[in-house]
């Protein structure tokens, strides 16, 4: 079992940014791929931002050089920085880690943090 915890969620004005960070516990040996995903009421989750144990990334078609996401391996950790924020960015972001070692799917991410809520105001 992998237990996720994120923190760094808030409220934001346009343009400003935030810091996400995603702690892992329990079956670690065991984590492949993590990424954020983010969910707005109503509507599907969707993929923000994934990388691998070896640091290669994937974005979300929206990210357009925004967000960055970093990985330290050593502590477990997986960080998502966003800049250049907008209102439709508002949503609550979930961490997540898979077995694999290149995922960039939901269902391919097996367990999903509590989530954070991210308000960026207009």
């Not at 329990?26 to 109503?42: L, T, V």
Request: with cysteine.
């Amino acid at each position: 079992q992998v237990q996720l915890v994120e923190s760094g969620g808030g409220l934001v004005q346009e343009g400003g940014s935030l810091r996400l960070s995603c702690a892992a516990s329990g079956s670690i040996f065991s984590i492949g791929a993590m990424g954020w995903y983010r969910q707005e009421p109503g509507k599907q989750r969707e993929l923000v931002a994934t990388v691998t144990r070896g640091g290669t990334t994937n974005y979300g078609d929206f990210v357009k050089g925004r967000f960055t996401i970093s990985r330290d391996n050593a502590k477990n950790t997986v960080d998502l920085q966003m800049n250049s924020l907008k209102p439709e960015d508002t949503a609550v972001y979930y961490c997540a880690a898979s077995r694999l070692p290149l995922a960039t799917m939901s269902n391919q991410f097996g367990s999903w943090g509590q989530g954070t809520q991210v308000t960026v105001s207009s």
